[in-house]
């Protein structure tokens, strides 16, 4: 599976798709699928559901619904929403993701175009999204994109990856930039910011290097200020170019 994203932790493969103390494999994870269309919500919804082992589908027609749904009362593991070859989320999602309080806040979402465009995927980013998946790389790589983001990790086309290196990334920084934000990071951070670029959630961050939860979450915190980075993506998008330039930094005295 191409993505900024592999999660291929020990721990999670033992004990499941969280890692040694998340959900056994007997436990369904329950998929909310948005699509204002009702023919391709369909067929999403009926592809997912008979192929995604251990995986329950629910389609609704908007985000709206979709938080209401979980307000209700319902698990939700993981929020699809389908929005085609449309150029941005548009006013409406994006108020749903902004919204204080609103559920879809606090449930990992995925975003599903046909567009495989850096802006769209840097403006979801922003808002919080944890997956971004272009229609094109089919549909045994969105499974897994799912399943990774329920584990906790985040998933961005490797293709998508590459075009931000060839213009510059996020705020046209050129890679020499990228290198400099790095300068300062101790031992342990540079080991953390490692697990930032595989997509390992904090708990799996702090089991794998034999760390409390709360310090992994200290680290991470740390890194963003020092890299200058605005959440843990754009951090791993740093570190991605780094190790495409070969050029690790040196570390700081811890």
Known sequence: MSSISIHDDPAARAGGLGGPAARTRTDRI???LVDENSLTRDCFALSLGTLGEGMTVIPVASLREAGDLMASGERIDVVLCHIGADRALGEA?????????APVRNTPLIIISDRDDIDLILECLGLGVRGYIVSSLGLGVALEAIRLVVAGGTFVPASSLHK???????????AASAQASME????RELA???CLHEGKSNKLIAYQ???CENT???HVRNILKKMG???RTEAAYLAHRCLLDNAPPAAAPA
């Open 30 to 32: 329950l998929v909310v």
């Open 93 to 101: 999602r994006t108020a749903a993701l902004r919204e204080d309080g």
């Open 164 to 174: 931000l290196t060839r213009f510059g990334g996020p705020r046209g920084e050129p």
């Open 184 to 187: 300062g990071l101790t031992p």
């Open 192 to 194: 953390v910011l490692k």
């Open 209 to 211: 290097l034999g760390m």
């Open 216 to 218: 992994a979450k200290a």
């Open 229 to 231: 980075a605005t959440n």
